[in-house]
T-cell receptor
Framework: DVKVTQSSRYLVKRTGEKVFLECVQD?????MFWYRQDPGLGLRLIYF???????EKGDIPEGYSVSREKKERFSLILESASTNQTSMYLC???????????FGPGTRLTVL | AQSVSQHNHHVILSEAASLELGCNYS??????LFWYVQYPGQHLQLLLK??????LVKGIKGFEAEFIKSKFSFNLRKPSVQWSDTAEYFC??????????FGTGTRLLVSP
């Protein structure tokens, strides 16, 4: 079974802090994704990576950056957290564009 | 830009009722289509997917979906819902580019 793990289930940070969200997948998948999930808005893509050291902006990249130094790990960085970044963050991976994505359990981030 | 519409935001059914959740997308080319489900407190998981072939696709837990190309639709159905089907359901479309586009989700509540 594919396993996608995220470093924290719940996280509370203060405005202005730098926040790191980590995601690891164990199936040697090429593609990895970061989404945020908000009620009534569904899943919105922040960034994705189709290979190591490669990244592409998604639909809402402002205020975020990413890092993919190793194939199995994809990190989301909030350089200076703001209250409007309070959300559920989901990581996903897939083997290639023609297969389904596998999701992690999510990190519920609260920025105070 | 590609978009996915789920017209029903909230659906309430009694057990044994039939279910149909609508999904329409805006893209004229070849598509891959997915339905994902998120049970309370759990991560997103794949219900079913369509890539090619028979437009009637069967998934897990008795769900099925029908791809109607002329209507740009991929509606999800289940003949008889159970209390355990209470969840949020997301339609998603891959147009052959790197990313999936998700609908805003439909929250289904099944009363016993």
């Amino acid at each position: 079974d594919v396993k996608v793990t995220q470093s924290s289930r719940y996280l509370v940070k203060r405005t202005g802090e730098k926040v790191f969200l980590e995601c690891v997948q164990d199936m040697d998948h090429e593609n990895m994704f970061w989404y945020r999930q908000d009620p009534g808005l569904g899943l919105r893509l922040i960034y994705f990576s189709y290979d190591v050291k490669m990244k592409e902006k998604g639909d809402i990249p402002e205020g975020y950056s990413v890092s993919r130094e190793k194939k199995e790990r994809f990190s989301l960085i909030l350089e200076s957290a703001s209250t409007n970044q309070t959300s559920m963050y989901l990581c996903a991976s897939r083997a290639d564009p023609y297969n389904e994505q596998f999701f992690g359990p999510g990190t519920r981030l609260t920025v105070l | 830009a590609q978009s996915v519409s789920q017209h029903n935001h909230h659906v309430i059914l009694s057990e044994a009722a039939s279910l149909e959740l609508g999904c329409n997308y805006s893209y004229g080319g070849t598509v891959n289509l997915f339905w994902y489900v998120q049970y309370p407190g759990q991560h997103l998981q794949l219900l079913l997917k369509y890539f090619s072939g028979d437009p009637l696709v069967k998934g897990i837990k008795g769900f099925e979906a029908e791809f109607i190309k002329s209507k740009f639709s991929f509606n999800l159905r289940k003949p008889s819902v159970q209390w355990s089907d209470t969840a949020e359901y997301f339609c998603a479309v891959n147009t052959g580019f790197q990313k999936l586009v998700f609908g805003t989700g439909t929250r289904l509540l099944v009363s016993p």
